[in-house]
């Protein structure tokens, strides 16, 4: 796509419910990224693809966090058990590789309520 | 571990002013760097990057920035603001361990006065 599309754009869920978060790369990008944007601050990193592995998991929070990538290209970003303070905005990026910087989608605004 | 400090977190000016928004980082090593600025509900979208080439960077809406490695600053200017520059705008740095790793700073918003 012209694009990173990223699904759904808001998402109200319970505690200790489950969510996953959609997002479709720009395509051939074989970079993928997510962070996580809470309120006032800038993006944190969690984790970083290079086409279906997960290079990089460092800035998972924990283990209720997880993220796939199955065919290197579309990702899901899975929460199980969610809790209050994980309300952000989760941020997916790509890029082709290299240093050119990444393209940001508009990110998912997680409220857990 | 690397860092990114931006100086004053809301900045204002006046429409056709300056527009100044610091911004230092902590490596001893010279990172990539890299401004995107970021409208109301939107994504970041990058303004201009710097990796090793010219230390004066050019990007879009005529912003740029000059790396200054003696200073461990990059900091963003435009010679005159317009109305629609009004944004959150965030510096981020390659981290020492992968530079496909990006470390941002905390985003100055900037206001512009008409």
């Known amino acids: 796509g012209a694009g990173v599309s990223q699904t759904p754009s808001n998402k109200v869920t319970e505690k200790g419910k489950y969510v996953e978060l959609r997002c479709d790369p720009i395509?051939?990008?074989?970079?993928l990224y997510w962070y996580r944007q809470s309120l006032g601050q800038g993006p944190e990193f969690l984790i970083y693809?290079?086409?279906?592995?997960?290079?990089?998991d460092s800035g998972l929070p924990n283990d209720r966090f997880f993220a796939v990538r199955p065919e290197g290209s579309v990702s899901t970003l899975k929460i199980q058990r969610t809790e209050r303070g994980d309300s952000a905005v989760y941020l997916c990026?790509?890029?082709?590789?290299?240093?050119?910087?990444?393209?940001f989608g508009s990110g998912t605004r997680l409220t857990v309520v | 571990a690397q860092s990114v400090t931006q100086l004053g977190s809301h900045v204002s000016v006046s429409e056709g002013a300056l527009v100044l928004l610091r911004c230092n980082y902590s490596?001893?090593?010279?990172?990539?760097l890299f401004w995107y600025v970021q409208y109301p509900n939107q994504g970041l979208q990058l303004l201009l990057k710097?990796?090793?080439?010219?230390?004066l960077v050019k990007g879009i809406n005529g912003f740029e920035a000059e790396f200054k490695k003696s200073e461990t600053s990059f900091h963003l200017t435009k010679p005159s603001a317009h109305m629609s520059d009004a944004a959150e705008y965030f510096c981020?740095?390659?981290?020492?361990?992968?530079?496909?790793?990006?470390?941002f700073g905390t985003g100055t918003r900037l206001k512009v006065l008409a």
């Open positions: 990026a790509s890029s082709p590789g290299g240093v050119d910087g990444y393209t």
């Open positions: 395509s051939g990008h074989t970079a």
């Open positions: 693809f290079q086409g279906t592995g997960a290079a990089d």
């Open positions: 490596s001893s090593v010279p990172p990539y």
């Open positions: 710097y990796t090793s080439a010219a230390t």
């Open positions: 981020a740095v390659s981290d020492e361990g992968g530079t496909y790793k990006y470390i």
